[in-house]
């Protein structure tokens, strides 16, 4: 890991309003005050210690992007209560997502970690539109429900402390829909030829049902914090 002395400058120069980590001559990177309020707060609500470390100097997301300086997080599925934060721009909020992803998983998502789909996709008919459902059923909708909660779980902690929540996005579920693009878009991508009536039909029915099902597991995880 890169010494962190390094980049003592920035961090007494950096306007963050509520930065996940500070920079302590002699310690480097140490949690902030907001960062142990929340660690805490998971505590009381899971009777679990939540673990949030600085990201490493090499730590890179699946697109091969750098943590550092990206402002995000990851919560390795094979790491227990563990999550994985930017300390130099990562902040309050992400610290709640990555510990509602390390500790408060989604059931649709917690079961397909350990339950892969047993049905080839090319098995199922294409032409009733029940192919692309199905994708969109196994690919994108467990990551869906996933982001949706663990938004949910961060803004309910963050407005129960008083913490200010801020991100990048508009609204709570505009990251979440994101990976609607990850069952429909794997999908238009080895599919050969224009869509069948009932595939279109299909379409128009997960675009109208995405909101409401991610407002509602938003506000499933909100309703988790007590």
Known sequence: MADPSLFETYFNQRKLNNPA?????????????????????????????????????????????????????????????????????????????????????????????IQKPQVDPLEVPRDTGQRMRYVHETLAKPIMEEEANAQGVAYGILNKLGIPNEESWEKPIDYPRTYLNKGLGTYTKTEIGPPTPAERKELQTIFRSTDPFLQRVFQRGYNLVK
Request: hydrophobic share 35%; no cysteine; proline share 6%.
């Open 21 to 113: 980590f500070n920079y302590e001559r002699g310690k480097g990177f140490v949690p902030s005050e907001n960062t142990k309020q929340i660690v805490n707060k998971f505590k009381e609500i899971t009777g679990k210690d939540l673990d949030i470390r600085p990201a490493n100097s090499v730590m890179v997301d699946n697109q091969g992007i750098p943590f550092w300086g990206g402002g995000g997080g990851v919560a390795p599925y094979d790491e227990k209560n563990v999550g994985y934060v930017d300390p130099l721009l990562g902040n309050a909020h992400v610290v709640a997502h990555e510990g509602a992803h390390a500790l408060m998983r989604s059931p649709l998502f917690a079961q397909s970690l």
